[in-house]
């Protein structure tokens, strides 16, 4: 068994009345949860060196907005000169790498949010797309900011006209053979980049998106391009382009997210990525894809890590959202006889109203950390050139899954920070409670890398994909068998309520069972809605936009949740024996929770 002395004891006090009731040993759950002991240990390496560090001490009133950029800057490069990103970790499996990446970044997240998300962009997001997205010749500047942290970058996708819908973006890399450069240029101020993290003051390099067109006229769709910004000694923006900040946000105002327009701005040809496509000396377009809008896709599914890393982040804000709310429930009394008040926590809509997102904060952990090794190793063998079964359908179905687990986590964390804040009372509403601070800064997650409501759409246009094909008896493509069921999807949606006792509800068998009647029930009929709307005349886009609201949207919720237990439970058999009981009833906790928000389908569709 392993030695968790590093971990440090809790301190007496008013909770160790409750603390002593407990029937496991919660420094063993918290290593379950962590799923890693030697990443626990950096976690309070870097705990223990950044709070002796006066750089990093709580400010006692709110700095200002510039104040906030300049602390969160300085904050990252001390951290860089710490060094948790040792030799071993930058030459280690990407598995290993990334997951040691992800794990420096919550750590830091606990102290600045702002912090964290600057490196994640800046280093983590920026270096991870040199990795999948460029080639040999993009190396040096992978080494420059990842490994000797000499630039900052970001990533600019985003204009102020166009979002979500990418393909109509309107920045332009027009290659000119005569130099051999590319030429950057923005038509007007609605094609301009903006909410580019790091862009508004310090970084030196973004990854752009913009529209590569070739001599001959051709227009060959989004790609990526590595442009410099600023001169890396003096931060000076360079001549042809016009950068400025976006101004005081909701939240992590630490961050200076910027907007930029390029006037004819000359890039090197190699500053393509160049891995999926490229442009020959004379001007000549080559590429492994003949479809642009796959070289596209290719490109942007580089985002998925950066989904995943702001699943983790929301794991973390959760968890500090409900220990702070649940702590203050065991301490405050309220009412009963003057020498025996009642603690808040023993009344029943008091732990109604916090002990799901409880459950939420422990089956949401568990089912990152597996479905982050599943996701790590399939790039990994990817990234090696190692054969992968059916690669193109594992990558959409991790896309599928990305696709709504990330409006499944942030919206949950939203709502669940919000209910702990009013469960805290006036005490929750002051700044040093944190509860406002977590809310603030974790609410851009809903909207940044995807907009939630049409990041869940993708999932459902896969899930109607995979249906369709059962329906008409052909192959169920879930090589990670989320959706596998499907085949026999007329013998799930024939299933109904046989529960006579309320033991019986409390299993694993139940819980799983009826998601996959819901998943059943709610597919067929988003599928009969979209074929009405077809039927109606409407084109595939309209009938889809008509289907949104009205099946579509809790079908992709239902899947997400639906993965959420399925990965616990695949994690929950590899814990140890002493956690089972805890993490069973915390597992079926969630699980009843959840499903009581479907209640509706569950009748509506015969269920029960």
């Known amino acids: 068994m392993e030695d968790l002395s590093f971990v440090p004891d809790l301190p007496s006090g008013p909770l160790d009345k409750y603390r002593k009731t407990a029937t496991f040993d919660w420094k063993r ?48 490069k001390k951290i860089n ?49 040199l990795l999948s997205l460029g080639t040999e010749r993009h190396h040096k500047f992978y080494e420059a900011t990842f490994v000797n942290r000499e630039t900052l970058a970001s990533f600019a996708l ?30 007007d101020f609605e094609a301009a980049k903006c909410w580019v ?50 101004g005081e946000k909701i939240g992590v105002n630490g961050i200076d997210n910027g907007f930029i327009m390029f006037n004819q701005y000359r890039i090197p040809r190699e500053n393509l990525l160049n891995r999926t496509a490229d442009v020959t000396e004379e001007g000549i377009y080559e590429s492994s894809f003949s479809d642009p809008s796959k070289i596209l896709g290719a490109a942007l599914e580089n985002l998925s890590a950066g989904r995943i890393g702001i699943m983790q982040e929301s794991c973390h804000s959760i968890a500090s959202a409900v220990t702070i709310a ?85 919206w949950t964390v939203l709502s669940a920070a919000q209910q702990c804040r009013e469960a805290c009372g006036g005490h929750g509403y002051l700044k040093c409670a944190n509860l406002g601070d977590i809310r ?40 990670l068998n989320t959706v596998t069921f499907l085949k026999d999807w007329e013998r799930w949606i024939a299933m109904r309520f046989r529960c006579s006792r309320t033991d019986e509800l409390k299993t694993r068998e139940f819980i799983t069972t009826t998601y996959k009647w819901l998943i059943c029930y709610l597919l067929k009929q988003t599928h009969e809605k979209y074929e009405t709307e077809i039927a109606k005349g409407l084109s595939k886009f309209e009938a889809r936009a008509k289907s949104q609201v009205y099946k579509w949207r809790d079908l992709t919720k ?9 990965f616990f439970l695949e994690s929950l058999d590899k814990k140890e024996e002493s956690l089972q009981p805890v993490l069973t009833k915390l597992f079926c906790l969630y699980g009843l929770w959840s499903l009581d928000q479907h209640l509706v389908e569950l009748y509506q569709g015969g269920y029960s």
Not at 97 to 103: A, V, Y
Not at 444 to 464: C, I, K, P, R
Not at 558 to 566: M, V
């Open 29 to 76: 759950l918290k290593l379950a949860l962590e799923g890693d002991i030697e990443l626990l240990k950096l976690k309070y390496k870097i705990w223990h060196t950044l709070e002796k560090d006066p750089l990093f001490a709580h400010n006692s009133v709110s700095p200002t907005v510039e104040e906030q950029k300049r602390i969160t800057q300085l904050q990252l």
């Open 81 to 129: 000169e710490y060094k948790f990103h040792t030799k071993e970790m930058v030459n280690s499996s990407y598995s290993r790498r990334t997951r040691t990446i992800m794990t420096i970044n919550e750590a830091v997240q606990s102290l600045n949010p702002s912090v964290s998300v600057k490196m994640a962009i800046g280093i983590y997001l920026f270096s991870n797309a």
């Open 158 to 187: 985003t204009e102020i006209a166009h979002g979500s819908d990418a393909r109509l973006m309107r920045t332009t890399a027009t290659y000119d053979p005569s130099t051999k450069q590319f030429v950057i240029h923005t038509p």
């Open 197 to 246: 993290g790091n862009l508004g003051r310090t970084c030196t390099h973004t990854l752009l998106f913009a529209q590569l067109i070739t001599p001959d006229g051709t227009n060959h769709g989004l790609h990526g391009f590595l442009v410099p910004i600023r001169n890396p000694e003096t931060l000076e923006t360079y001549p042809g382009l016009i950068v400025g900040d976006m």
């Open 326 to 410: 649940i702590r203050y429930a065991a301490t405050r009394a309220q009412f009963g006889e003057r020498d025996n008040e009642i603690s808040l926590i023993e009344y029943e809509l008091h732990q109604w109203r916090l002990f799901g997102y409880v459950a939420a904060a422990v089956v949401f952990r568990m089912y990152i950390e597996n479905f982050s090794k599943v996701y790590l190793s399939i790039v990994e063998k990817s990234n090696a050139g190692m054969k992968v079964d059916n690669l193109s359908e594992a990558v959409s179905e991790i896309h599928a899954m990305v696709s709504c687990s990330k409006p499944l986590l942030t």
């Open 440 to 479: 603030s800064n974790h609410e851009a997650t809903v909207t940044y890398e995807g907009d939630n409501n049409v990041l869940s759409q993708q999932t459902g246009n896969w899930l109607l994909r995979q249906f369709d094909s059962a329906r008409s008896g052909g192959e169920v493509d879930s090589p």
């Open 558 to 566: 239902t899947y997400a949740e639906y993965l959420a237990i399925i």
